[in-house]
């Protein structure tokens, strides 16, 4: 019934690569059984762990994306500083309530993991914490799920003290609810750190501690975030147009910015290396001066926590007039990195900001990238690297804000129908409703447009009229 698909490394030196001259007596792990300590990674770096990872597809879920996760997962692991050794593979029709993976499957991960010395399962889908305690049971090691190593690369990450501190919270509310398993560690030598047990009361000055670590970061955010209103209020008054980069983790973001303006962000082969949100002006060919962030990547399965700790530096894409959504073009499957990006959006709440595709690293497979531009017409192909279709996109950039500047209602007399079409032509019609005499139109145009359209308009002139006069 399960049918099991055996993936051992294809590099036969990460199997025999025990030379990492650590005693084995002295590993120890920060799994689960640390919980309750300082902010402490999940995953060990005082060596490389050894990873085996565990993965389930669900129902009909197809085998090529099961893979595909299967190697972000790898891609993970060994960003956070881990070494994965061997991938297990399972089919199941719906999750085992104890283990997630159910018994059998347990044991077998068991003696891969004694045979392979792994220090530590990842599972690629989410683990209650009951499952996880279970599974550390059986397993004799810290069982991990992909939250918890995407918490650990932001931890690793983190500089600023904002980014800290919602790393910190994220990292906490995951914590919280898998407290009990205070005081366990799991070392396949036995004995070693923190084997005392530790009692209820321990457990619950414990809870305590992190409640009230949890409060003080909640405070300490609040804070931070009203200053940054105050800062983004002061920058609206200039009347600037804002436009956030965003996109799946490692697609180019920051690239883009430094090629756009000369930000100096950093740029990794990496996931997740940007973490806290860049803004710098940038002088469009019209002339006119946007304000351009760059932001925190986005992933399949992102932990709800982070989304709902980074909700505050995500403010820059709820609030921008655009949104340049940049998609790695010679990504195996750019369609699910699309979607995924789109459900963070969402949940962000920044799902209705316009937004524009720009299909990045063309200079890798030109023809993938100029296929995904004619799927989706208006999007353009670039390479931040090169700067092949940077002037393309800026110019699209120019026009799709210029658009969308101001709403104008007007009232057009019937034998002006030059007026009408020059509306239609030259701006976008959102409604337009026949009365006596002529039509109302409500359209959104550009500060040109308005201007040609001024003796018709019977709205109030929009504030950014008087700005620049
Ligand atoms: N060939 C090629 N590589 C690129 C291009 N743009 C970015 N890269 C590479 O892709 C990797 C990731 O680039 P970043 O700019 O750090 O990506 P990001 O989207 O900011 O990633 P995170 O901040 O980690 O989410 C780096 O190794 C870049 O050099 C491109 O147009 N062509
Ligand atoms: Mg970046």
Known sequence: ??????????????????????????????????????????????????IVLAGVALGRADAE?????????????????????????????TPDRATYVGQGKVEELRMVSESLDADTVVFDNELTPA????????????????????????AQNASSPEGRAQVELAQLRYRLPRLRRSGKTFSQQGGGIGTRGPGETQLEVDRRRLMRRVARLESDLRRIRKNRSTQSKARRRTSNRAVAIVGYTNAGKSTLLNRLTDAGVLVQDRLFATLDATTRRL?????????VS??????RKLPHQLVEAFKSTLDVVVDADLLVHV?????????????????????IGAGEVPELY????????????????????????????????????????????????????LAVPYDRGDVLAMAHREGEVMESTESEGGWRILVRVDEGSAGRLADFRIDQPPPEAEVGG
Do not use: C
């Open 358 to 409: 720009v299909f990045n690293k063309a200079d890798i497979d030109p023809a993938a990238a100029y296929r995904l531009v004619e799927r989706d017409p208006g999007s353009v192909a670039v390479s931040s690297t090169t700067g092949e279709g940077i002037d393309d996109l800026l110019a699209v950039v120019a026009r799709r804000l210029r658009r969308q500047t101001i709403v104008a209602e």
């Open 283 to 291: 002088q469009l060919p019209g002339g006119e001066a946007v304000y």
């Open 1 to 50: 019934m399960d049918d099991d698909l055996w993936d051992h490394p294809q590099d036969a030196s990460l199997l025999a690569d025990s030379d990492t001259g650590e005693d084995p007596e002295e590993s120890h792990r920060g799994g689960f059984g640390e919980f309750g300590g300082e902010a402490t990674g999940l995953i060990d770096r005082t060596f490389r762990e050894r």
């Open 131 to 154: 499952q996880q305690g279970n599974l550390e049971d059986s397993l004799k090691r810290s069982a991990l799920d992909r939250t918890a190593v995407i918490l650990d690369i932001f």
């Open 327 to 347: 998609v790695d073009a010679s990504d195996p499957d750019p369609e699910g990195s699309i979607a995924a990006v789109r459900t963070v959006l969402e949940e």
């Open 65 to 93: 994306a099961t893979d595909a996760s299967m190697d972000e997962l790898a891609r993970l692991v060994d960003t956070a500083g881990a070494d994965p050794v061997a991938r297990v593979l399972q089919q199941r029709e």
């Open 294 to 299: 760059d932001t925190v990547g986005f992933i």
